[in-house]
């Protein structure tokens, strides 16, 4: 074989060494990509669960100072 049929080979053997190593580190920022997605979407649900909470408790509180005013206002009433 000729030095220079030698030379293309080698040098498609590196370039395709190369394209490999790019692969599996798009593969790797892919994954690390998807790991990071994941992590705030659990974020996001947590979140959105703590949210739900306390609105209730809000809504309860409400509650709770609509009666404490209508008892209050009872007491007032009374002679």
Do not use: F, H, W
């Not at 892919?30 to 790991?35: E, L, N, S, V």
């Not at 669960?49 to 009872?74: F, G, R, V, Y």
């Amino acid at each position: 074989m000729s030095d220079s049929k030698k030379d293309i080979i080698l040098e498609y053997k590196d370039q395709i060494r190369i394209l490999r190593e790019e692969v599996a580190e798009l593969q790797d920022a892919g994954k690390t990509k998807d790991a990071a997605n994941k992590r705030c979407l659990q974020k996001l649900e947590n979140t959105d669960e703590d949210l739900d909470k306390a609105n209730k408790e809000i809504e309860k509180l409400k509650k709770e100072i609509k009666e404490l005013k209508e008892t209050s206002k009872l007491m007032a009433e009374l002679p």
